[in-house]
């Protein structure tokens, strides 16, 4: 998945760079609104795929916020 497609599915703009809070908030509640519990039994198979969507943006933004945190440490000189 690409980084633009999954700031969209998490509700961000495309050029957007949304800090680890905000990722971490806009999944949390994205899932809520998609999680295959909540919707009939005939909803369920369209609702577990978005679920799976989401959660596999969250990864991926999840791991290019992370990497752009520590790129701007280490550029400040901070040791971890």
Not at 42 to 49: M, N, W, Y
Request: net charge negative; hydrophobic share 30%; proline share 5%.
């Amino acid at each position: 998945m690409q980084g633009d497609e999954a700031r969209t599915l998490l509700g961000f703009s495309s050029n957007s760079h949304p800090t680890l809070s905000q990722v971490k908030e806009a999944y949390k509640r994205k899932v809520w609104e998609s999680h295959p519990d909540l919707f009939p039994a005939q909803e369920k198979p369209h609702a577990e795929s978005k679920f799976k969507l989401i959660s596999e943006a969250y990864s991926c933004l999840l791991s290019d916020t992370v990497d752009i945190t520590d790129l701007s440490k280490e550029s400040y000189g901070v040791i971890m």
